[in-house]
């Protein structure tokens, strides 16, 4: 997890299939906001609209969190992402957040994503969404701060739990375990113990609906933690979906000799993945359709 460049969705076959940016049909730019102006820095959301025959009025939005070792990345890397949730009906906003440096931690994260998630509630009006519908995405490091957003208090200054909770959680490849993690532990600074930003210690009936894609043989984020996340929700009478793909590992690549920065994303599992999502989505009231999905559930 040591800050390497995480690749997800569309982006992710781009690689796998040769293609460049340049041979791709430009795409409406996002719009720009400010959500927080903290420690010198303005972070920025950008939002996504949905087409207008395809969306209902006030919409159901999706936040989207990047990968990267909380040290790396950045919005932009979640922009295909946001685009294809946008094309199903949602208000779509990539999310950039402050990244771990010098005195800054994944607590300074974990801040930031529950400051984006009261600040799209409170402009809810402007952007035409449903602050009752508003879920978050995130990929490796940002599926720890979307669950930690999920499972965790929230810094009182950042919003109430209202404003602040997701109401559903997409999960890829999620660091839901950080407990006994040597590079998260790094990264705090002894600011905290890592299990105090753990997901899966925090997990209980309160926590919102959550899928998890995941590779069987991920060496990054272990399948063991998803499964012990789903496991601990499902004890409480939760709604937690598990899907695992074997011979895959990290953001579903299939060169397991190099999980850090040389993916190989299986495409079919990304096409299932994608389809789960939606059918997600679907159940959680998000989207009015349904498709069907062929991977392997727990």
Known sequence: MKGLRRFSGLAAMLLATGATAATQPMDPAPNHHVYRKVDGQSLGAYVFE???????????????????GW???????????????????????????????DKLTPIDAFADTCAAFAWARRHATELKLDPERVAGYGVSAGGHLVASAGTLACPADTGTPQQTRPNAMLLVSPAVNTARDGWFR??????????????????????????????????????????????????????CELALYPNLGHLLTRRLDNQEDDFDPDPDALA???????????????????????????
């Open 50 to 68: 949905p087409p207008a025959t395809a969306a209902r009025t006030p919409r159901a939005a999706i936040l989207l969190f990047h990968g990267g």
């Open 272 to 298: 299932d993945a994608h389809r789960r999502e939606q059918r997600f989505l679907a159940d959680q009231g998000f989207l009015p359709t349904e498709p069907s999905s062929k991977a392997t559930t727990q």
């Open 186 to 239: 790094h990264l705090l600074q002894g600011r905290a113990e890592p299990s105090a930003y753990s997901p899966l210690e925090h997990a209980d009936a309160t926590t919102p609906p959550a899928l998890i894609v995941q590779g069987e043989a991920d060496t990054l984020t272990r399948p063991s933690g998803a499964k012990a996340f789903c496991e601990r929700m499902h004890a409480a009478q939760a709604t």
């Open 71 to 101: 040290r790396g990345g950045s919005a932009d890397w979640s922009f295909d992402d946001a685009r294809r949730f946008a094309a199903l009906g949602l208000v779509a906003i990539a999310i950039d957040y402050r990244l771990s440096a």
